[in-house]
Nanobody, 124 residues
Framework: QSQLVESGGGLVQPGGSLRLSCTAR????????VGWFRQAPGKERKGVAYISHLDDSTTYVDLVKGRFTVSRDRPKNTVYLQMNSLKPEDTAVYCCAAGVPHITWTLEGEYDYWGQGAQVNVSS
């Protein structure tokens, strides 16, 4: 069964760091771009970071630029989201998604596979 498995969420104090992992099982992530999305309580899910399948180029929304880094480990079939300088407003459920976006990476319909989600809580 093809699936994305996420890990690494948890509780962290403001200013702290977390790294989320997104591992593909049953298929190769090499041919897929990966987007990271988050949904805060009472809000819509939105894309925050993206890594291309073509050249591993990355894109970030302004809210996380300079604090979050997305990277790919091809031998491990895994994509990571390193989150530094976390703020309370980063609290959300984070999901990774794999696909080949043709219009824009922020559209959820562009993705074929979704992880189960990882809860990230930033609080003192």
């Amino acid at each position: 069964q093809s699936q994305l498995v996420e890990s690494g969420g948890g509780l962290v104090q403001p200013g702290g760091s977390l790294r989320l992992s997104c591992t593909a099982r049953g298929f190769s992530l090499d041919v897929y771009a990966v987007g990271w999305f988050r949904q805060a309580p009472g809000k819509e899910r939105k894309g925050v970071a993206y890594i291309s399948h073509l050249d591993d180029s990355t894109t970030y929304v302004d809210l996380v630029k300079g604090r979050f880094t997305v990277s790919r480990d091809r031998p491990k079939n895994t994509v990571y989201l390193q989150m530094n300088s976390l703020k309370p407003e980063d609290t959300a459920v984070y999901c990774c998604a794999a696909g080949v976006p043709h219009i824009t990476w922020t559209l959820e319909g562009e993705y074929d596979y979704w992880g189960q989600g990882a809860q990230v809580n930033v609080s003192s």
